[in-house]
């Protein structure tokens, strides 16, 4: 592969890594801080997607939307609608036990995933939306490297933001109920004020997320907020790069997707008959990673800081 190729492939590489990033960090803000156990991350990573190429796109007569708006417009109200989403899900589950929020929010992640695939009027249903334009396409071409900047300093301010508030009384308060609700609640704190807080500032970085995916792809349909794509393997992330750490949750997104990038060569070698088989192989391969990650390294490869825990 020649030089070009290689730096092509390495900015490609990266901004799914960023995008990844900011799920994983929005998901560390749920469950690492709080406790609340999300299943449905790809409900929000699609609204956010769909939010963003509806505004952004050329008019289209397929789908709603083609406001042709510019590409802050699109992620702004990504969050912002991701976030109303989450308190409307939130009020429903936030006084749910952690195993019934699970199954809460996997179930409304699917109803999502399939009012987009069924509601052609609104999203185009299987056949997508095409033409989402990249940042600063018209004075800089679709390029990668662009692309790849405006995703670093969202990161950062991202991260900057969350460290803040990891620091601040509030989020003080939210790993106090995190590992002691009754004490917590005994202190006077309204517990659920706190955990639905949580939850929308948590879920509308997974819409900036998925956002970012819609106009680096440049096309998106339902089948891209599978579970397995969009939930499973932001998890993975969290767990192996440490829950409850920042810095954690943006190093599992860079390791997780480099070993799925790379199964993805080894099965990509198999037979055409085993194809299906070999895209099952990848998810064990995944699964058999964070096993050993869990059994070698329990609380993630960064591990939250000791002296940031609550005792």
């Keep these: 592969m020649e030089l070009g190729g290689i730096i092509e492939y390495g900015l490609f590489f990266l901004s799914f890594v960023g995008i990844y990033a900011l799920l994983s960090l929005g998901l560390n803000l749920q469950w690492g801080l709080t406790g609340q156990f999300n299943i449905g991350i790809a409900g929000f ?64 992640a699917e109803i999502i995933r399939l009012g987009l695939k069924n509601e052609e009027w609104l999203t185009n249903g299987v056949r997508g939306i095409p033409g989402i334009p990249r940042p600063f396409a018209e004075t800089l071409g679709q390029s990668d490297g662009v692309f790849l900047l405006v995703v670093v300093v969202l990161i950062l301010m991202v991260y900057l933001a969350l460290e803040a508030a990891r620091r601040s009384p509030w989020g003080r308060v939210l790993r106090a109920i995190r590992e002691n609700e009754d004490g917590v609640r005994a202190a006077g704190k309204h517990i659920e004020r706190f955990r639905l807080e949580a939850f929308v500032v948590g879920s509308m970085i997974m819409g900036l997320g998925g956002a970012l995916f819609a106009h680096f792809v440049g096309f998106i349909s339902p089948e891209a907020f599978t579970p397995e794509f969009a939930t499973f393997l932001v998890w993975v992330m969290l767990i192996a790069g440490g829950s409850g750490n920042n810095k954690g949750a943006v190093l599992g997104a860079l390791i997780i997707w480099l070993v799925w990038t790379g199964t993805e060569f080894l099965t990509s070698m198999a037979p055409p008959e085993y194809v299906t088989q070999a895209g099952a192989l990848r998810l064990l391969m995944i699964g058999i990673l964070v096993q050993v990650i869990l059994l070698v390294r329990p609380d993630g490869l960064l591990p939250e800081e000791t002296a940031d825990r609550t005792k």
């Design 45 to 108: 990573f699609a609204v956010g997607a769909y939010t963003s190429a509806i505004l952004t796109t050329a008019p289209s007569p397929h789908h709603l939307g083609g406001f042709g708006m510019p590409l802050a417009v699109g992620l702004v109200f990504a969050m912002v609608l991701a976030g109303l989403v989450a308190v409307l899900v939130g009020l429903l589950t936030v006084r749910l036990r952690t195993d019934y929020l699970a199954i809460a929010t996997i179930g409304i």
